[in-house]
């Protein structure tokens, strides 16, 4: 604090010079915030002067007086005079004077009034200077005030946005703990007229969330103050906007025809209600009683419900009259529906956390990197959420062919898909988008994440057991594809082979070409690997017997082919259809042969390698072995290819390298597990959430069994 004379400088406060005023309020706005030098203020008889430059002063000698005024109440100071006339006049520049620096003090003044603790004895004694009830003789003199205090919002100025919410924030809150049951909702519904959620949502998709961050968190958990709000009001007939809002659901189901109907029918329209057995039941409601299904939802359940028959009101007649040719069990139950999913938006956005938990959380913030995960500016966009997961309710009942007893599995369903569309959206992403999203999301793309989060589920549950488990079966689904795949080769193959005959009976160069078939099967103890070449191919398989030539496994050095290891996603199969005879697929079979030793492999024209190697016998001398191509073959298909090159490998203990291979390891290693799991309980570990129902086994036989393809 500066070294000032407080006498001095009240006195200068009542000067007749503007310029002497203006200076002395200047020094003041510096050093009113000090409690000590606020009190000796006071006593001075400051505090009558200050109130007077801030009714009747203009320009900056305005703009550092509401400073000092706001300074003083932020230190609970100079409350008795706070009255009527200050409040008017504070209302009045807020709606008609447009220099940012008198608008930042006059909402810092506002701010500190309706939020004046609520246990303030002033306030006891005085109900009506505090509080949003102070606002209301002003606003109604100056009805453009709300209006005006939404537009400041979208201001370049951050510091005048952030103080224009600061004050919404204060009006929301007072309303919502201080009005009566009939109040609250109008003032609320008036500030959302006035697009109050739209200017929130820019902001908080915006990048001055550095200098607004405390302001939007305090409205995105007035949010859920008013959502829990809205959920603890109960539906009760008793309550005409509650009568209302039942009764306008119900005329919303029924067509222009039907209405017209009515009217032809005039008092018998009420005794042809009363009949009507499924008057609520058609709708979506599980009895003819429908306020006691909003008990859990409560009122937040009948506004999304009636916010979507109202904007949707064609949609919802057509999808009624869909459902009424429909057997009973097979209708969408639309009302359940609709509850469900608020239910779900509900938990997804933790609307029951504590209001002041995500300022807290800001509090501790230490990078902007943050502040994804905190802002959620979806949760302001709730209905339009709403009816986009109603939609997709729909979708997935229609795609799957739900019936009433599938209700809680396309609710599971519907969750997954907000937790993915919803919860994965960026701070930045729009809604229009997150809504685009949700419409397209695939169901087997949404079932495939189910099956992850219920092996997640299994994890968190056995942890390290299950993956123990896992690798076990993987080894297991190795060996079992490693047998299938030798056994290829012990049952053979035919594999066609192009020749072309350079030269004729004169020696010329004809260029003519003939196919032969090579047989080539493994032996029997899979040491050596037999082949021969026909002709043409037989009907029978050749005996292995006739087959003349072989390879000694033992001096394979190496496999190789041109076969893919990665799977055709243009076909979505590895499994193709060669051209034949001619395909340049092909396995190639390298092994080592001694100089002095003969082979087969002469046969075959591509047979030839230069490189030379040295080899030690076992009486020490050393051998010169030259690596040759011992025998190639042009497999018909890509199936074919692949049982035979990764057959290869693993007869020689290496690992497969086809994606077919791999996927077959990896469809045994999954069927493995599911299997194994069939034989858990949902008791057996401790599961997030209800535990599915156990089906009984009353009434079953042994003529039955588990669908482990179907998922």
């Given at each position: 604090?500066?070294?000032?004379?407080?006498?001095?400088?009240?006195?200068?406060?009542?000067?007749?010079?503007?310029?002497?005023?203006?200076?002395?309020?200047?020094?003041?706005?510096?050093?009113?915030?000090?409690?000590?030098?606020?009190?000796?203020?006071?006593?001075?008889?400051?505090?009558?002067?200050?109130?007077?430059?801030?009714?009747?002063?203009?320009?900056?000698?305005?703009?550092?007086?509401?400073?000092?005024?706001?300074?003083?109440?932020?230190?609970?100071?100079?409350?008795?005079?706070?009255?009527?006339?200050?409040?008017?006049?504070?209302?009045?520049?807020?709606?008609?004077?447009?220099?940012?620096?008198?608008?930042?003090?006059?909402?810092?003044?506002?701010?500190?009034?309706?939020?004046?603790?609520?246990?303030?004895?002033?306030?006891?004694?005085?109900?009506?200077?505090?509080?949003?009830?102070?606002?209301?003789?002003?606003?109604?003199?100056?009805?453009?005030?709300?209006?005006?205090?939404?537009?400041?919002?979208?201001?370049?100025?951050?510091?005048?946005?952030?103080?224009?919410?600061?004050?919404?924030?204060?009006?929301?809150?007072?309303?919502?703990?201080?009005?009566?049951?009939?109040?609250?909702?109008?003032?609320?519904?008036?500030?959302?007229?006035?697009?109050?959620?739209?200017?929130?949502?820019?902001?908080?998709?915006?990048?001055?969330?550095?200098?607004?961050?405390?302001?939007?968190?305090?409205?995105?958990?007035?949010?859920?103050?008013?959502?829990?709000?809205?959920?603890?009001?109960?539906?009760?007939?008793?309550?005409?906007?509650?009568?209302?809002?039942?009764?306008?659901?119900?005329?919303?189901?029924?067509?222009?025809?039907?209405?017209?109907?009515?009217?032809?029918?005039?008092?018998?329209?009420?005794?042809?209600?009363?009949?009507?057995?499924?008057?609520?039941?058609?709708?979506?409601?599980?009895?003819?009683?429908?306020?006691?299904?909003?008990?859990?939802?409560?009122?937040?359940?009948?506004?999304?419900?009636?916010?979507?028959?109202?904007?949707?009101?064609?949609?919802?007649?057509?999808?009624?009259?869909?459902?009424?040719?429909?057997?009973?069990?097979?209708?969408?139950?639309?009302?359940?529906?609709?509850?469900?999913?608020?239910?779900?938006?509900?938990?997804?956005?933790?609307?029951?956390?504590?209001?002041?938990?995500?300022?807290?959380?800001?509090?501790?913030?230490?990078?902007?990197?943050?502040?994804?995960?905190?802002?959620?500016?979806?949760?302001?966009?709730?209905?339009?959420?709403?009816?986009?997961?109603?939609?997709?309710?729909?979708?997935?009942?229609?795609?799957?062919?739900?019936?009433?007893?599938?209700?809680?599995?396309?609710?599971?369903?519907?969750?997954?898909?907000?937790?993915?569309?919803?919860?994965?959206?960026?701070?930045?992403?729009?809604?229009?988008?997150?809504?685009?999203?949700?419409?397209?999301?695939?169901?087997?793309?949404?079932?495939?994440?189910?099956?992850?989060?219920?092996?997640?589920?299994?994890?968190?549950?056995?942890?390290?057991?299950?993956?123990?488990?896992?690798?076990?079966?993987?080894?297991?689904?190795?060996?079992?594809?490693?047998?299938?795949?030798?056994?290829?080769?012990?049952?053979?193959?035919?594999?066609?082979?192009?020749?072309?005959?350079?030269?004729?009976?004169?020696?010329?160069?004809?260029?003519k070409s003939s196919t032969i078939y090579r047989y080539v099967q493994l032996s029997h103890n899979r040491r050596y690997?037999?082949?021969?070449?026909?002709?043409?191919?037989?009907?029978?398989?050749?005996?292995?017997?006739?087959?003349?030539?072989?390879?000694?496994?033992?001096?394979?050095?190496?496999?190789?082919?041109?076969?893919?290891?990665?799977?055709?996603?243009?076909?979505?199969?590895?499994?193709?259809?060669?051209?034949?005879?001619?395909?340049?697929?092909?396995?190639?079979?390298?092994?080592?042969?001694?100089?002095?030793?003969?082979?087969?492999?002469?046969?075959?024209?591509?047979?030839?390698?230069?490189?030379?190697?040295?080899?030690?016998?076992?009486?020490?001398?050393?051998?010169?072995?030259?690596?040759?191509?011992?025998?190639?073959?042009?497999?018909?298909?890509?199936?074919?290819?692949?049982?035979?090159?990764?057959?290869?490998?693993?007869?020689?203990?290496?690992?497969?390298?086809?994606?077919?291979?791999?996927?077959?390891?990896?469809?045994?290693?999954?069927?493995?597990?599911?299997?194994?799991?069939?034989?858990?309980?949902?008791?057996?570990?401790?599961?997030?959430?209800?535990?599915?129902?156990?089906?009984?086994?009353?009434?079953?036989?042994?003529?039955?069994?588990?669908?482990?393809?179907?998922?």
């Open positions: 604090m500066e070294n000032i004379n407080i006498s001095e400088l009240v006195e200068r406060l009542g000067s007749d010079e503007d310029a002497v005023r203006k200076m002395a309020v200047f020094k003041l706005q510096s050093n009113i915030g000090d409690p000590s030098f606020a009190d000796v203020f006071i006593s001075e008889g400051g505090l009558a002067k200050l109130k007077y430059l801030a009714l009747t002063a203009t320009g900056n000698t305005l703009a550092y007086s509401l400073t000092s005024f706001a300074r003083l109440l932020e230190v609970d100071k100079g409350w008795e005079c706070v009255e009527q006339d200050l409040v008017t006049r504070i209302v009045e520049l807020i709606v008609t004077h447009p220099l940012v620096n008198i608008l930042r003090g006059a909402m810092s003044i506002l701010v500190s009034i309706v939020s004046h603790p609520h246990t303030s004895s002033h306030r006891a004694s005085q109900p009506g200077i505090f509080g949003f009830q102070a606002l209301k003789p002003a606003i109604a003199v100056y009805p453009h005030f709300l209006e005006m205090l939404v537009s400041r919002l979208s201001s370049a100025d951050h510091a005048l946005c952030a103080n224009a919410l600061q004050l919404i924030n204060s009006l929301m809150r007072d309303s919502i703990v201080n009005e009566g049951e009939a109040e609250w909702p109008k003032f609320i519904k008036r500030l959302q007229d006035l697009g109050v959620i739209k200017a929130v949502y820019n902001l908080m998709q915006g990048t001055a969330l550095q200098d607004l961050a405390h302001p939007l968190l305090e409205f995105q958990s007035s949010t859920k103050v008013l959502l829990r709000k809205w959920k603890d009001v109960s539906v009760e007939l008793e309550k005409p906007e509650h009568r209302r809002a039942l009764k306008g659901i119900h005329l919303a189901s029924k067509t222009e025809k039907e209405k017209e109907k009515d009217a032809e029918k005039g008092d018998d329209t009420q005794k042809s209600r009363r009949h009507n057995p499924e008057k609520w039941r058609r709708l979506g409601f599980e009895t003819e009683s429908p306020q006691w299904e909003f008990e859990e939802m409560g009122f937040l359940g009948m506004m999304d419900l009636t916010d979507y028959v109202r904007k949707h009101q064609d949609e919802f007649q057509k999808i009624l009259l869909e459902q009424s040719t429909k057997a009973q069990e097979q209708r969408c139950p639309i009302a359940r529906a609709s509850l469900a999913v608020t239910s779900v938006l509900y938990e997804h956005f933790e609307v029951e956390k504590s209001d002041l938990d995500d300022v807290k959380s800001y509090l501790v913030l230490e990078s902007r990197s943050n502040y994804d995960k905190l802002f959620k500016p979806l949760l302001l966009h709730w209905p339009k959420l709403h009816v986009a997961g109603l939609h997709a309710f729909f979708r997935l009942w229609k795609a799957t062919g739900a019936e009433q007893e599938d209700f809680s599995k396309i609710v599971e369903l519907v969750r997954i898909l907000i937790e993915s569309v919803v919860g994965g959206a960026t701070r930045t992403k729009d809604v229009n988008d997150v809504e685009e999203e949700m419409a397209e999301f695939e169901y087997q793309r949404l079932r495939e994440l189910q099956m992850e989060l219920l092996e997640l589920t299994y994890e968190d549950a056995w942890g390290q057991h299950l993956l123990q488990v896992r690798d076990e079966l993987h080894h297991e689904a190795l060996q079992f594809v490693k047998e299938q795949r030798i056994r290829c080769l012990l049952q053979g193959a035919w594999f066609p082979t192009e020749y072309t005959h350079n030269k004729g009976e004169n020696g010329a160069n004809n260029g690997l037999h082949y021969a070449d026909f002709e043409s191919m037989g009907k029978l398989a050749p005996d292995l017997e006739t087959l003349t030539d072989k390879i000694d496994l033992n001096i394979v050095s190496s496999v190789v082919s041109n076969v893919s290891a990665s799977s055709d996603t243009s076909s979505g199969s590895t499994i193709k259809t060669l051209p034949h005879p001619s395909s340049t697929t092909k396995i190639t079979i390298h092994g080592y042969v001694t100089n002095h030793s003969s082979t087969s492999a002469s046969n075959d024209t591509s047979a030839h390698n230069n490189q030379q190697h040295q080899r030690t016998d076992s009486n020490g001398k050393s051998a010169t072995q030259k690596e040759a191509v011992l025998l190639t073959l042009h497999p018909q298909s890509h199936s074919i290819a692949s049982e035979w090159l990764d057959g290869l490998l693993m007869l020689l203990n290496q690992q497969p390298i086809t994606a077919e291979t791999n996927k077959l390891i990896n469809l045994v290693s999954n069927y493995g597990l599911k299997i194994r799991l069939l034989n858990v309980r949902f008791d057996d570990a401790a599961f997030v959430g209800e535990s599915p129902e156990i089906p009984s086994r009353e009434g079953l036989d042994e003529d039955y069994y588990y669908d482990v393809f179907g998922g």
